[in-house]
């Protein structure tokens, strides 16, 4: 096989592969581990949390409450669970405690929109951990695909070394033989000198995007020697990638956001109607001059709000105009979600062309440094002319590891700009 058949087929595979099995691994790790994912779970376990904070004041709820007084006269005490409920403590010295239990009953709906409002916000919660996974996801592939150019670019840049090391070999060779002056040995070695720094400067880059994938994929990677490339399920058509669109989790993110502050808006309204609630309480008391008393009660509090200076009207307003404005920016994210995916599907689409060119380009580039290079041996042409051949070389070799970078950043962009999910095909 000829070396730019070997090269070419290398570039075109040319995805590192971790000890787990490739870069669908290495996505995979990173949903596992990505401090990012982990604080939207964190998120999501929070507005679970405050569903039941939202549900609790519906729950029965009971407190345990102790007394104690000298004195003279009687008092009118109120009960720490609700004022509204008073206990009237004798004139002398009194050591009393009670049970009491509160159970709203009938709210007027206030249960109901606080569970609504507890799992919209719950939704809103799961939503934006797809959008982040998906967003990670995005980031190791790109950060990947830059791995593999940056480990092409190396390569190149080392076959441009190893030629331009055995042009100086040769032309010193020529020049001892008397076929060629000392200039053509001194260019030659000038050239080896240069790709040498070029070597060095695609290892640092190579290291750096080392760097760049570990941050990505939120840890530490693990590098293998085979090369297993991701395998992105993509749609066939721009309509249908389209309507896979219309799915994406941001746009369901800010209806679920509107949803949320639609229904608190109801909730604040409803806080405006009478409420009913069932009382229970036990007693023992017991008074200096020794008489004891236990007692219990049990019955319903109604409690009918009259006015709060229109605090709570306003407040609903407020949520009613920001449940418009997320729609609002539903609406903004829908076009924006259109473009995003009118743009990486001609990306896409332009990625085989864009491949075969670069080939093409490499074959010719080929082709000319090996005739140069035999012109040079034979004596038929100058050092500069097998020099700026083998820089011609360099930069199509360059170029098919960028079309091969392209390809596959367009296809993870195109991946993500319909919603793909983060955890695979």
């Not at 020529?174 to 240069?194: Q, T």
Request: with cysteine; aromatic share 4%; hydrophobic share 45%.
């Amino acid at each position: 096989m000829k070396p730019i058949c070997l090269f070419a087929t290398i570039l075109l595979t040319c995805q590192f592969a971790l000890a787990q099995g490739g870069q669908d691994a290495l996505v995979e790790q990173a949903l596992a581990r990505h401090p990012k994912i982990t604080a939207a779970k964190a998120a999501i376990q929070a507005e679970k949390a405050g569903k039941g904070e939202l549900l609790s004041p519906f729950r029965p709820m009971a407190s345990l409450n102790g007394y104690m007084a000298g004195g003279d006269g009687s008092m009118i005490f109120s009960s720490t669970v609700d004022p509204v409920n008073q206990a009237m403590l004798p004139p002398d010295g009194v050591l009393m405690g009670n049970v009491m239990l509160m159970w709203k009953v009938w709210t007027g709906g206030r249960e109901s929109a606080a569970r609504s409002l507890g799992d919209s916000r719950i939704g809103a919660a799961e939503h934006m951990l797809s959008v982040v996974e998906q967003d990670v996801a995005l980031g190791v592939r790109l950060a990947a695909s830059e791995y593999a150019f940056r480990t092409g670019a190396m390569d190149a840049a080392r076959a441009k070394r190893d030629a331009a090391r055995a042009a100086e070999q040769n032309a010193t060779q020529m020049e001892e033989a008397g076929k060629v002056p000392r200039a053509f040995v001194l260019r030659a070695a000038s050239e080896a000198r240069r790709s040498e720094q070029e070597v060095a400067k695609a290892e640092a880059a190579l290291a750096t995007a080392l760097a760049m994938l570990e941050e990505a994929a939120g840890g530490a990677v693990a590098i293998g020697d085979g090369l297993q490339p991701e395998v992105l399920e993509l749609p066939a058509t721009l309509d249908e990638a389209l309507r896979l669109g219309d799915n994406r989790d941001e746009l369901q993110f800010f209806i679920a956001m509107a949803e949320a502050h639609g229904i608190e808006a109801s909730y604040v309204r409803r806080s405006l109607r009478p409420e009913v609630s069932i009382m229970a309480m036990g007693m023992s008391m017991r008074r200096d001059s020794g008489a004891g008393e236990t007692g219990a009660k049990f019955g319903l509090v109604v409690s009918v709000p009259l006015t709060d200076g229109g605090m709570r009207s306003s407040k609903a307003k407020m949520l009613e105009a920001r449940a418009q404005e997320f729609m609002a920016q539903a609406e903004q994210m829908r076009l924006t979600v259109r473009r995003e995916i009118q743009s990486a599907w001609a990306e896409w689409s332009a990625a085989g062309e864009v491949t075969e060119s670069a080939l093409a380009g490499l074959a010719a580039a080929e082709e000319s440094y090996e005739v140069e290079r035999l012109r040079f041996e034979s004596g038929k042409s100058i050092i500069a002319e097998l020099l700026d051949a083998l820089a011609v070389l360099h930069e199509a070799r360059l170029g098919v590891v960028e079309a091969v970078q392209y390809r596959q950043d367009s296809s993870a962009r195109l991946k993500r700009a319909v919603g793909g999910g983060g955890s695979g095909p």
